[in-house]
Structures are given as structure tokens and as C-alpha cells.
């Protein structure tokens, strides 16, 4: 049996109530966007090697487990939350697949080695190091979501360094951020490939980004359909209902 602390919780992660996840109001819960990158990076289905950054509560290794026999290593620098991706994993029986690090994506290099891995996904902190005033009081949720420990540029750097040539790199972000994921993609040799833009429902602008690129990759882009996630009666979409829930 799992070992709860604190304010913990045990989750169903899938509608099948066939993986449960270990979940703290306080400290990590995963949203939407974790769910929506899972099911959109191109990842090997039998074998290969696959890399989560800023893996949080190691949501995304878990969705992915569903749909690959990779093996799957996430990093997360928070060491409760570390903890918490420790257990989730040992509780799904999945430690011979997925594996956790407690570290700074920054110094990998000495654990993961150089280009060492097919795909590296990643869920960074989409705003910028706040002012002192932005701080929220709950220091989790500042590192989470805000640029305190790692920016979008080490995290790119990052994904360059252990993806393999012609590997990929899936990111899922703020729209507001696209020119300057881009611009770090192409100064790091990682070619954008696909993008898809998520929309609250129709009507609204834009509220996330979807984007994949290839180390090494030649110059050709897909921009794909939009991605609405509500109708107007405030359910889901048929493809946000398929994908959420499988």
C-alpha cells in the first residue's frame, strides 16, 4: 500500500481506473496541458528511450507508459514532489519502465550522458521569474509555474543536449511564447515540425501550444487543425473527451 503525506491523495490518472496517481493540492497536481502533451509528442511504441524534463508528479511517463514500452526517465528538481513521482510510480508497478531523478535539468549531463535519448518531452514554467511582489505564497507552485529555477532557454538546451540526431523534442506552452520557442529551437539545431494551438472552445484565442521539433531535422512545418476543448455548453469536444479520457 502507497504511503500518503501530508495533504496527499491517491487519483484515478484514466478513465479505466486502471492507474492511480499520487496528488497534493499544496504542492503538485497535473493539468490539462500534462494530459495533452502525453498524447501529442510522437513517441517509439516498442522500443527506444524517452525523457521527460520538469516531470512534476511524473504524469506525463505514466500516460505515456500507456501507449509505449520505452523505457521513460523523468528529472524533477522538487524533491517532495520527486517523492511523490517515486511512489506513483512503485505504486503502478511500473519501475521497470519508468525511473525518476532528483536533480537540476541544468546538470544532467554527468547522469543522462550526451544524446542519449529518442524523444524529450517537456512541461516547463511558462512565466517569466517573477518580481519578489509576483512570488506565490506557496513556494511549490512558484517553481512550477514561473522561471525560478530553470528558463525556457536552459530547458531547450536541455532537450538539445540529451536528444539524440534526429530524435524529437515535444513542449507544450503559452501561445505568447511561440516566437521564442521557435528562435531557441532553431539556435539549438532542433527544427520545428508540427505545432497545434488548444482553444478554450470557438471563439476564444488561444490559451496553449503544442509543439514538436527535430534535432537535426530538415526545414518543413505542419501547422495542425486547432484543438477545442469545450463546446459552448461547457462539456467537452468529442477529440478533448477522446483524448482526456481515451
Do not use: W
Not at 508528479?57 to 514500452?69: E, G
Not at 549531463?109 to 517569466?128: I, K
Amino acid at each position: 500500500m502507497v504511503k500518503l503525506y501530508d495533504d496527499e491523495r491517491l487519483d484515478y490518472l484514466l478513465a479505466d481506473e486502471s492507474m492511480k496517481i499520487i496528488q497534493s493540492p499544496t504542492a503538485f497536481a497535473f493539468s490539462l496541458d500534462a494530459v495533452l502533451l502525453a498524447h501529442f509528442a510522437s513517441i517509439p511504441l516498442k522500443r527506444g528511450t524517452i525523457l521527460d524534463l520538469c516531470t512534476g508528479n511524473a504524469v506525463i511517463p505514466l500516460l505515456m507508459s500507456k501507449r509505449s514500452n520505452a523505457k521513460i526517465t523523468g528529472v524533477e528538481i522538487q524533491e517532495r514532489i520527486f517523492q511523490m513521482a517515486e511512489r506513483s510510480i512503485e505504486f503502478n508497478n511500473l519501475g521497470e519502465q519508468l525511473s525518476v531523478i532528483h536533480g537540476d535539468l541544468k546538470e544532467m549531463l554527468p547522469v543522462l550522458g550526451h544524446s542519449s535519448f529518442d524523444v524529450v518531452t517537456c512541461n516547463p514554467p511558462y512565466f517569466r521569474s517573477p518580481k519578489a511582489t509576483e512570488h506565490n505564497e506557496n513556494e511549490y507552485l512558484t517553481i512550477a509555474r514561473h522561471e525560478v529555477y530553470c528558463t525556457l532557454e536552459d530547458v531547450v538546451k536541455a532537450c538539445k543536449l540529451h536528444v539524440r540526431p534526429g530524435g524529437k523534442v515535444a513542449m507544450v506552452h503559452r501561445p505568447g511564447r511561440l516566437v521564442d520557442i521557435i528562435t531557441l529551437f532553431r539556435q539549438n539545431k532542433i527544427e520545428p515540425k508540427r505545432i497545434q494551438f488548444v482553444y478554450p472552445k470557438h471563439g476564444k484565442e488561444a490559451n496553449m501550444l503544442l509543439v514538436e521539433g527535430i534535432r537535426d531535422g530538415k526545414s518543413d512545418i505542419k501547422i495542425l487543425p486547432p484543438l477545442y476543448i469545450y463546446r459552448g455548453d461547457g462539456s467537452y469536444t468529442e477529440e478533448a473527451r477522446s483524448i482526456i479520457y481515451g
